[in-house]
């Protein structure tokens, strides 16, 4: 008698034959198999030709979960290397994994692909599709696998396979085209249903400068050409709204050939927009009990050697020789305030202890992946370190992530993407300290996080170096995510300095130590607003909150009176006073995004009163200055 296995499938409940393959349950269950890419059976993604031997309630991945999309974008990207290795059979495959939104593929060419040749390579790729060809899956013996891609030529597939320790490997097919790859797959090509290439780009092979640089496309892939259609206008939006092109228009930074690349020079407007983030940014911090620091930008190479960097950290440092003696730029801050911190000797009296810095520093990023603001070499951490008790830890990371969500929504973002970054346990040697410090650790970020109650994903292997850590991606108004908060639990720094307290038994005890940033860093978070607003920042935000503009030169000593009265009460204030029609003033303030305009002609001088055009409601009609006033501060005090 042939024996049954019970199966749960998204709230249905079925009995089948042991050994039926998962396609056959879709079908009992009328399940649309065209939007079912793979299952999920005891953690373990498997293709839907997988047979049921024991009882299981399977997960479907659908386009809907972030794991089915990432199957049917990586499987678009082996049709675009097949339809690449069409048209241009000599160059070399280099990897095509799925990204966020998208997929790439890496070729070793001669040359750089033309804007026509995506074109091409997108048409072949519609006639794989329509061809419908199956995915399939052949395990082979690592030596076999070697001996298929030197027999292809393929000698960068050569060159992982050597690298690879298991004894076996999967390749995947489709028609003729084979490519090493860990799956699953899609059941076959025609299952795509909407593709677009993107870009092409330079990346070198392995992500290292001292290898071939490849080409790299850019592609994407939806379950409908409606989606498609609404991430490319998406993606035109994202374009208008470039930090790097919006923060030249309006005068905000500059990223000059003569200072190097990843140093920002902030211009008069973009320095105003910054002090208004770090006053704030300062008196929240001081309203909760933190203290403010100031550190240096160099240190002795001891003090890296103590704390872990020249160990674990060094390629990213940069280090200097003065007097014979070795110095480094400092790439964090947390020694420094380590120091302050010991400059006493400290009792369970006067614990938690919070140090907070707006500290520049500098990593030594690679010019391949430095972009405009938001990845430099040098920037200003909005950073802060917290000195407590194990009875204070739960308490101070669940104020640490109040605080950091309290300061996202007031510059207006209300979506947010938690991450609980863990160390990779098969990678023991690139962590500091031990299981049980680190189990601890995590432990802590974790039931803080349900404290507070926030949503959040494990995130394997993403740990610094020295202890577990929060990440905090915010969404934007077009929901792409941006790294912004950082909470770190360290029980390294401690130990490595002998950061102590003295408790009530009267003995030595080791501090609990978390490091945190709300933002992230000043660079990043400006370019992150930029986007979000598209340049046109709330009032209290705006670098510059009024312009006057005159309509003639008789005009400009009360335009000038006016400003000096604005720029004493606070106001952020310009004035325009050229000899230009008014009409291209407004223009000009306009496209400055500036959020009033004041417009003084001989019935305001005369009369006393002002012309009130906002960016965005047009003429508001005519005010006197105090009333005009009264709105301002109400406005800047609603943060919106």
């Not at 009792?347 to 030594?364: D, N």
């Amino acid at each position: 008698m042939q024996q049954k296995v019970k199966v749960n499938l998204e709230g249905q409940s079925l009995e089948i034959e042991k050994g039926s393959p998962v396609s056959d349950v879709l079908k009992k269950l009328g399940a649309d198999e065209s939007d079912c890419f793979a299952v999920e059976i005891g953690g373990e993604i498997l293709p839907l030709d997988t047979r049921i031997e024991d009882d299981c309630s399977p997960r479907l991945l659908r386009f809907s979960t972030e794991e089915g999309r990432e199957i049917y974008r990586h499987s678009a990207s082996h049709i675009m290397a097949s339809a690449v290795k069409r048209l241009f059979p000599d160059v070399k495959l280099g990897i095509g994994p799925a990204i966020e939104d998208g997929f790439y593929y890496d070729f070793e060419k001669d040359s750089a692909f033309l804007p026509e040749d995506l074109s091409a390579i997108e048409m072949v790729m519609h006639e794989i599709i329509s061809a419908n060809m199956p995915f399939k899956k052949s395990v082979m013996k690592r030596e076999e696998a070697i001996k298929l891609f030197e027999k292809k030529g393929e000698n960068l597939k050569v060159e992982l396979l050597k690298g690879i320790e298991e004894d076996t490997v999967s390749v995947f097919t489709h028609g003729d085209f084979a490519d090493l790859c860990r799956g699953p797959h899609l059941p076959s090509t025609g299952v795509v249903k909407a593709i677009k290439l993107l870009s092409c780009a330079g990346a070198y092979w392995r992500g290292s400068e001292k290898n071939v640089m490849l080409q790299r496309i850019y592609g994407t892939a939806y379950h409908s050409r409606k989606d498609l259609e609404e991430y490319l206008q998406k993606l035109e939006e994202a374009k208008r709204r470039d930090h790097r092109k919006l923060g030249k228009a309006l005068e905000l930074f500059s990223l000059r050939e003569e200072l190097g690349p990843g140093l920002v020079l902030w211009h008069p407007k973009g320095a105003a927009l910054r002090r208004v983030i770090e006053d704030f940014w300062k008196d929240e911090h001081l309203k909760r009990g933190y203290e403010l620091v100031m550190s240096p930008h160099i240190a002795r190479g001891e003090l890296w050697a103590t704390s872990g960097h020249l160990e674990f950290y060094k390629e990213n440092m940069y280090l200097l020789e003065v007097e014979k003696e070795q110095y480094v730029l400092k790439p964090m801050n947390c020694p420094f305030h380590i120091l302050v911190y010991q400059s006493k000797k400290r009792s369970y009296r006067e614990l938690p202890v919070r140090y907070a810095e707006l500290g520049t520093v500098y990593r030594q990023e690679r010019s391949g992946v430095l972009h405009g603001t938001e990845r430099v070499r040098g920037f200003t951490q909005d950073d802060a370190h917290i000195f407590c008790t194990p009875e204070q830890l739960p308490g101070e990371l669940v104020g640490v992530l109040d605080l950091a969500k309290f300061m996202l929504t007031s510059f207006g973002f209300k979506e947010f993407d938690i991450d609980l970054s863990v160390r990779d346990p098969a990678n023991p040697a690139g962590y500091a300290g031990g299981d049980d410090e680190w189990e601890t650790a995590e432990s802590a970020l974790e039931e803080a996080l349900k404290r507070s109650g926030d949503s959040y994903k494990r995130a394997v292997g993403e740990a610094v170096f020295y202890g577990p850590k929060i990440d905090i991606k915010l969404r934007d108004a077009l929901g792409r995510g941006w790294q912004g908060p950082t909470i770190q639990l360290d029980f390294n720094f401690p130990k490595r300095f002998n950061v102590c307290y003295v408790g009530k038994d009267g003995k030595e005890h080791q501090v609990f130590m978390i490091h945190r940033t709300v933002l992230g860093s000043m660079e990043r978070f400006v370019g992150t607003l930029t986007e979000h607003y598209a340049g046109e920042f709330p009032l209290w935000l705006s670098p510059v909150q009024v312009i006057i503009l005159t309509v003639s030169e008789e005009n400009k000593n009360y335009g000038q009176k006016l400003a000096d009265v604005l720029r004493g009460s606070g106001v952020r204030c310009e004035t325009d006073f050229r000899d230009e029609k008014i009409g291209a003033k407004v223009r000009d303030a306009e496209l400055m995004k500036i959020p009033y305009m004041l417009v003084i002609g001989k019935r305001e001088a005369e009369s006393g009163c002002i012309s009130v055009r906002s960016k965005k409601g047009g003429d508001l009609g005519s005010f006197d200055l105090q009333e005009f006033s009264t709105k301002l501060l109400a406005e800047n005090k609603e943060k919106r």
